[in-house]
């Protein structure tokens, strides 16, 4: 063991209590549904999918670096694990929701008729 | 440079063995390899999820239509609810666990032991919600119809309300009794015959005028669409398949695709965390006999503690693609 060890569980209690909130304000957005963010769109979504999404790589980040304790890792080894997943699923995301949404236009653009 | 030059200047032995290379030993490291593995695997499905969302945009459920249940409330309308609980408790669970972790780091083994049996009961409930979840899943609520094209048929009243099969459909000329092995010749058996007939559904239908068809269609304002009466009866002439419930072939909530994503993706997380329980109480046991007490270090509490986390990490995601967004 290189470094020594302090105890954490006022960040513990602390994070906890972040991710706690960030799960409620979600429900409660999802529940009350605002028309004003439901029913714009932007790049695909509309804005209150993009709310959750935010939402939930704040989250992703608390349960990394607190609770899996990534911070208190050698900065290489935090690189080689973060970097690498990012970018691949940017990558992964990009490649499947371009041509999710090509197939899309091509069903209803073209003369087949699929749903009836 | 720091991230990639990593024991050149310590002054280390690099090739004598004994190293450890980005500062952690073997088993954690491979778990933090493991993890960002089994990550892409899961991102891998979402995605693909994604990608037949993106596929039927105008056509695929709406999510808290399909999750209203929540246990001992029933016929009460509760969206999300019950997964938001579940969610608290895997957050709660991941709590405990990093409690343990910082108990291991102290030596305090009986803090060790309540916390990690503190995890093991989170993680228990939150997999026998989620098969209450399935469970309801599986039996359905309303129940549907589809037609020769494929497309799925749902019934609402005039204010747009819900209305079961069974409120509707016709009891008079009951269909045929269900084949089973002790009644075929040769054997012969068929799949469970659904609680009504097509022809059951139609003269209910004709005989409740208020009755209209819903379509897997989303309009504008992001409603699914509700046809006319005499469009609904039209529609209802092409049925050839009552559905209840969902299955892997067919489900009564919209696309086919849906209940496919819902049961593998949730399924698969579900597997992780029942895995993950099993994990849990192998180590457990370690620390109640003392196995980590007398190697002086907590830390494979550590290492499962990881994987915990890992599999609290994936339900987020898990618990806003199926059920928020």
């Known amino acids: 063991m290189s470094h020594v060890h302090v105890s954490n569980i006022g960040r513990i209690w602390k994070v906890f209590g972040i991710l706690s909130a960030v799960t409620i304000v979600e429900v409660i957005l999802g529940i009350a549904k605002p028309d004003f963010l439901y029913m714009t769109d932007f790049l695909g979504m509309n804005l209150l999918n993009w709310i959750f999404y935010a939402l939930t790589i704040y989250k992703a980040y608390y349960i990394v670096w607190a609770f899996m304790h990534i911070e208190g890792e050698a900065s290489s080894l935090r690189s080689s694990v973060v970097y690498p997943v990012i970018f691949l699923i940017l990558y992964l995301l990009f490649i499947l929701l371009t041509e999710g949404h090509y197939i899309f236009e091509v069903f209803k653009n073209s003369s087949i008729k699929w749903n009836f | ?325």
């Open chain 2, 1 to 325: 440079m720091e991230s990639t030059v990593t024991t050149a200047t310590s002054g280390e032995k690099i090739w004598g063995g004994d190293n450890e290379p980005m500062g952690a030993n073997y088993g954690k490291l491979m778990m933090w390899f493991f993890i960002v593995s089994d990550a892409l695997t899961f991102s891998g499905f979402l995605a693909a999820y994604g990608f037949s969302r993106f596929k039927f945009i105008e056509t695929w459920p709406i999510a808290d239509e399909v999750f209203t249940h929540f246990p001992f409330f029933h016929g009460v309308d509760a969206p999300m609810y019950y997964v938001a609980l579940m969610t608290f408790i895997l957050i709660f669970s991941s709590v405990t666990m990093v409690l343990a972790v910082d108990a291991g780091h102290q030596m305090k083994k009986d803090k060790v032991v309540l916390y990690m049996f503190l995890t093991i009961l989170g993680g228990a409930i939150f997999v026998g919600s989620q098969a209450w979840e399935w469970k309801n899943f599986i039996k359905g609520e309303y129940g549907a119809v589809e037609t020769k094209g494929g497309s799925l048929l749902q019934f609402v009243d005039k204010e747009g309300k819900r209305v079961a099969l069974a409120d509707f459909a016709s009891s008079a000329n009951a269909g045929r009794e269900q084949l089973t092995k002790s009644k075929g010749m040769w054997f012969m058996s068929e799949a469970p015959l659904a609680s009504y007939s097509v022809a059951q559904v139609q003269a209910g239908f004709k005989a409740n005028p208020e009755l209209l068809v819903r379509t897997e269609v989303i309009t504008k304002d992001k409603k699914k669409t509700v046809l006319s009466r005499a469009q609904s009866e039209a529609m209802l002439t092409d049925a050839h398949y009552v559905v209840e419930g969902a299955n892997l072939v067919r489900n009564e909530y919209g696309s086919k695709l849906f209940a496919n994503f819902f049961f593998f993706i949730t399924g698969f997380h579900g597997f992780h965390v029942f895995s993950g329980v099993i994990i849990n109480v192998i180590i457990f046991f370690n620390v109640l006999v003392g196995t980590y007490e007398k190697r002086k270090s907590y830390e494979m509490v550590e290492k499962v503690g990881l994987y915990w986390h890992f599999v609290d990490l994936v339900w987020v995601f898990v618990f806003t693609v199926f059920y928020l967004a």
